[in-house]
Each structure stands twice: as structure tokens, then as C-alpha cells.
């Protein structure tokens, strides 16, 4: 009887770390991408992952998460994620997770500043003992230009 309990406590637990290094993971992915950090940001996908960063663009595996985020660094020339709300559900035995996270982001381009709200869509999964983003929708609610005060 007493291994039940254990073996139920040790599930709740492995949950509770799981739930806490996938917050790592998905507000790493604001840190290193706005800090511009690549090795960072590619440890947090795995290697067939799937990046839809908006309307129309749809990326798959590694490589094509570091060109992408290559040609968006060049156009992109500074930003600022905060991520919020985020609801995360983990199978812990099937080492799989869902997240839903809120994404208030600032961008800056040769065109000017724009605030975009948007809400990630997240499915992870355990590999080699770590959680990896698998898959990342975004939607992307609403975007709007910000006036310089200078100009």
C-alpha cells in the first residue's frame, strides 16, 4: 500500500519540477530570442520541432528555426517579450505538455516600433530527461504601430 502512495507522490512530484522547467522554457524563448542569443534559443526545440511565428509562415526542424530566426533578426532590429497566463498541462508518463501562454512583444525595425499581442500554442515533449518546444503556434491578435515622441 505504501509503494502506491509513493509511486503517486513521486508522479505528483515529477509533475510539479516538469510544469516549472517548461515555464523555463517558454519564457527562455523571450529572453534568448530578444537578447539575440541563438545557441539558447535552438536548445529549447527539438530537432523536428515546428515554429509558426505567424500568418502564413510555418518553419520545420532545427535548421530551419535558425534561418528563420537569422532573417528575422535582421529585419527585427530590437524586441521585448513578456510572457503571461500561462496554462500548462503535462502527461508526465508520456512525457508530453501543452501550454497556452498570453505574449504582450515589442518590435523595432527600420520602419519603427509596433506592439503585437498574441498567444502562444505550445506542444512539448521530453527528450533526453529535458522538455523541448515541439511545436509553437502563434496567434497573433492584434499589432499596432507606436509614434515616435521624437518625430
Do not use: C
Not at 50 to 74: C, F, M, Y
Not at 79 to 96: K, P, T
Not at 116 to 140: M, P, Q, S
Amino acid at each position: 500500500m505504501a509503494a502506491a502512495i509513493d509511486d503517486d507522490l513521486a508522479v505528483r512530484l515529477d509533475r510539479v519540477e516538469a510544469i516549472e522547467e517548461i515555464r523555463r522554457v517558454l519564457h527562455g524563448y523571450g529572453h534568448a530570442f530578444d537578447k539575440r542569443d541563438l545557441p539558447w534559443f535552438l536548445s529549447l526545440w527539438t530537432d523536428d520541432a515546428e515554429w509558426s511565428p505567424g500568418p502564413d509562415t510555418l518553419v520545420r526542424g532545427r535548421d530551419a528555426i535558425r534561418q528563420l530566426t537569422a532573417g528575422l533578426w535582421d529585419t527585427v532590429t530590437a524586441s521585448h517579450h513578456w510572457s503571461v497566463n500561462s496554462v500548462i498541462d503535462v502527461d508526465v508518463v508520456g512525457g508530453a505538455a501543452t501550454a497556452v501562454t498570453d505574449v504582450h512583444a515589442m518590435a523595432g525595425s527600420a520602419e519603427g516600433w509596433a506592439h503585437t499581442a498574441a498567444t502562444y500554442r505550445d506542444t512539448l515533449r521530453r527528450v533526453d530527461g529535458r522538455w523541448r518546444l515541439a511545436k509553437r503556434e502563434t496567434d497573433i491578435h492584434r499589432t499596432i504601430p507606436v509614434a515616435d515622441p521624437a518625430g
